[in-house]
């Protein structure tokens, strides 16, 4: 396998030797394996002048997508296999005279070309390179994306420059040797979201729908509290008693864990729970005066998975989960944990295999 670097936030910077930079006379190559099932998000970035002149490599729905700002120049371009199969790719960027040439696996060129009307300068002075990361505005770019990027790299060459990097290097977390889509927690934070960025239906009902082998789950999974009020609701996975408990209010349910999709609908006069669309494993609970206003959480709250939220307003947890949830809905749409707020423990769209 060789060892593997996550895509995330991995920074450093090297001098520029006199004769060595972007000039169009330059030839500068960085080639590298990637692995990813995220469609989104910053595979590396370079820059010099301070972040006046820069380049960064992303995906953008899994395809290759080039920005690059230099001089008077700012252009785009996106085009290519998509890569965020989990499978390894090879990728080579290099910098030949008026282009910047993309390579994937060997073929599949996608080719930038430049021409300034300014005259050209050799560079010296510092070069900066990030990771799964940029170092300037993300306003600054052309096409706007997420940046953040859940991946790995291995085998990097970067800018085939030898002279030594002096590395920025934050939290990482693990390259595993196999992996499979799916959110995966480490049981140390939870990833956490304003509930006003779920739209509710006409009929104010809120559908929430987990995938994943329940069993093989410790911790809780889901969470929901509204500004100053008891948590309203709970999902919680006890590998000790192979249960899954389900607190809402004063109400609860414990259920085996054997089921692999749950579905829990939000309605004026009713909550359901279905486990594997079964209907004889349905429960009800209606709503009672026991319950004032307790879909207030769905326009005003937070919704966490992966964690309790606490009493407080600050972002503070418990009993974090372990394991992989393989899908997550709200309101029929998949929900991407690169929008909320997490550590860098939560994987948004791998987990180990």
Not at 96 to 105: G, M, P, R, T
Not at 220 to 245: C, D, H, R, Y
């Amino acid at each position: 396998m060789g060892k593997a670097w996550p895509v995330y936030d991995r920074s450093g910077r090297a001098p520029l030797p006199d004769g060595n930079g972007f000039s169009d006379k330059g030839d500068i190559k960085s080639s590298f394996q990637l692995r990813t099932f995220d469609p989104e998000g910053v595979i590396f970035y370079g820059d010099t002048k301070n972040g006046q002149d820069w380049f960064v490599l992303s995906l953008m729905d899994g395809i290759p997508l080039m920005q690059i700002s230099r001089e008077d120049i700012l252009v785009s371009v996106a085009g290519g296999p998509k890569l965020n199969d989990g499978k390894w790719h090879t990728l080579e960027v290099s910098h030949q005279e008026k282009f910047v040439v993309l390579e994937v696996d060997g073929s599949n060129r996608l080719v930038v070309g430049m021409q300034s009307k300014q005259t050209q300068e050799i560079l010296v002075g510092e070069l900066r390179l990030a990771v799964g990361g940029i170092l300037i505005d993300k306003e600054n770019m052309i096409v706007q994306f997420k940046p953040q990027m859940d991946g790995c790299v291995r085998e990097g060459s970067w800018l085939n420059l030898n002279i030594p990097w002096e590395a920025e290097v934050e939290e990482l977390w693990p390259c595993y040797q196999n992996i499979r889509p799916g959110s995966y927690f480490a049981g140390t934070g939870f990833a956490i979201f304003n509930t006003s960025v779920f739209p509710t239906k006409a009929d104010r009902m809120v559908k929430t729908e987990l995938w994943g082998d329940f069993s093989k789950m410790d911790g809780t999974i889901l969470s929901i509290k509204a500004p100053g009020q008891e948590m309203i609701f709970a999902l919680v996975a006890n590998n000790n008693t192979k249960e899954v408990t389900l607190l809402f209010g004063e109400e609860k349910l414990s259920m085996q864990n054997i089921f692999k999709r749950l579905v829990i609908t939000f309605e004026t006069d009713k909550l359901q729970v279905f486990q594997d669309e079964d209907e004889s494993k349905t429960t009800t609970f209606s709503i009672t005066g026991s319950h004032p206003g307790y879909l207030t959480p769905w326009r005003e709250g937070r919704l966490a998975f992966g964690g309790l939220l606490g009493k407080g307003e600050e972002d503070v947890g418990s009993q974090f989960l372990t394991g992989c949830l393989e899908k997550i809905q709200v309101q029929e749409r998949d929900v991407d944990l690169d929008l909320s707020v997490k550590p860098m423990s939560i994987s948004s769209h791998s987990c180990p295999a």
